[in-house]
């Protein structure tokens, strides 16, 4: 039982293995003109002729290695991480590029191995089946045939005996076709190795991705706590030093002028008043309350009964909230959404908060929808307008600052806004600790 759990386990396979190995063949042929394309333009180099040249070249045969890379992945069922350093500027620079980013000598490396292996192993990966198959079924057709024998692997076949051994010595080949998953497995993990970032690579690309979010998060802060300073010192500070003026002046004229007194006592009330609301404004800005109070479901739905245009809110699984629903004490269908880490939660409102913004006073859009997903590790947030469409995500606007406060949290932003609309936001943030 063994050996049929282990045959049946390959014939499962060898669908799968026999068109990565045929495909390969393909892009193997390929190779062996990409590889002397290269050899010709480095020799070229050597006289100068090539130098402007090469970098172009490189470029040229990417896409042969994009297409390897895809391969192998898909095949491995993981994902290839494309290694490339960006070759930009004049041909000096893409020069320095080219010398100093290991993933063009591994590319290189994977050509010229692709060029001697793929090939075999692709004409293997058809003959052998075919063969198998043809010497353990055919020697039992020699009655049928005239005269009454078939030759095959030195000896003739005109007897069952010699059928029935004939047969047999197809086994070796059978066995020799049930390997093309195994070729097949080998030949993606090599191409895995040789395309995939260099050792250390991804770990350096990690670490400078991490210094540049790291960044541009003290950047955010900074400008957050500026904005919160400018608020108070321009809105709430100047209010309630205007109250103690009011109330100072009301002191001194109490005496001889009571109304006057009164009139300046109910001034200040109002300047204070005021202030009170813009204090609250400013918290809000921080961190709403009701966030803490209610979860990010019920800050989102205030959001959107606040927001100009018509918006509904989302919560997947066909749940959906009316703008201003369940901001109460009482429980309801934004109770059922589940809470994330304050950060998170934080992160997701100021998102959805600039992103109505922006829609307001870009889009010309008639409805807006906000849809929260994602799984227990993972939060997304989508936010979809119907409006003009072509929103870019340039330096200083509030999509570049979406971009950024989900880059703080390991997070990222994806952007579809064509022309005509719709324009589609969609935050992912990481929720694990």
Not at 46 to 54: E, R
Request: charged letters at 20%.
């Amino acid at each position: 039982m063994t050996v049929v759990r282990w045959v049946a386990g390959r014939l499962r396979e060898m669908p799968g293995a026999l068109w990565y190995l045929g495909l390969g063949a393909v892009t193997s042929l390929v190779s062996v003109f990409a590889v002397a394309g290269l050899l010709i333009v480095g020799a070229a180099c050597l006289v100068g002729v090539g130098i402007p040249v090469l970098p172009e070249a490189v470029k040229v045969v990417r896409p042969l290695v994009r297409l390897d890379r895809w391969r192998a992945g898909k095949y491995l069922g993981e994902r290839i991480p494309v290694p490339y350093e960006p070759m930009e500027g004049g041909w000096r620079e893409q020069w320095a590029t080219l010398v100093r980013d290991p993933a063009n000598r591994r590319d290189l490396g994977w050509l010229a191995w692709n060029a001697l292996t793929g090939i075999f192993l692709g004409v293997l990966a058809v003959v052998l089946p075919v063969a198998a198959v043809l010497q353990t079924v055919r020697p039992w057709f020699w009655r049928l045939l005239t005269p009454r024998s078939i030759e095959g692997l030195g000896f003739v076949v005109d007897s069952w005996a010699l059928a029935l051994a004939g047969s047999l010595a197809g086994l070796p080949f059978l066995w020799l076709a049930l390997q093309a998953p195994v070729a097949a497995r080998w030949q993606a993990r090599v191409a895995a190795y040789l395309l995939g970032p260099a050792e250390g690579a991804v770990l350096a690309h990690r670490v400078a991705e991490l210094t540049a979010t790291r960044a541009a998060a003290l950047d955010a802060h900074g400008a957050e706590l500026r904005r919160i300073e400018r608020d108070l010192h321009d809105g709430a500070q100047a209010r309630i030093a205007a109250v103690i003026m009011q109330l100072g002046v009301a002191e001194q004229v109490r005496q001889r002028d009571p109304a006057t007194a009164d009139e300046l006592v109910r001034k200040a009330q109002d300047t204070a008043t005021a202030a009170l609301a813009e204090l609250r404004e400013v918290v809000r800005s921080v961190y709403p309350p009701v966030l803490s109070d209610r979860g990010l479901a019920s800050a989102i739905s205030a959001l959107a009964a606040r927001s100009p245009i018509p918006c509904t809110v989302d919560l997947g699984r066909g749940a959906r909230l009316p703008a201003d629903a369940d901001t109460g004490s009482g429980p309801g269908a934004a109770d059922a959404f589940p809470r994330r880490p304050a950060a998170v939660e934080a992160a997701a409102y100021f998102v959805i908060a600039e992103a109505l913004t922006n829609a307001t006073k870009h889009s010309r859009a008639q409805h807006i929808s906000v849809t929260l997903g994602g799984t227990r590790d993972l939060l997304t947030v989508e936010i979809r307008d119907d409006g003009v469409g072509e929103a870019r995500a340039i330096e200083g606007g509030g999509l570049a600052g979406i971009r950024r406060r989900a880059e703080a949290l390991d997070g990222r932003m994806l952007l579809s806004s064509p022309a005509g609309g719709p324009t589609v936001v969609r935050v992912e943030l990481p929720c694990g600790s």
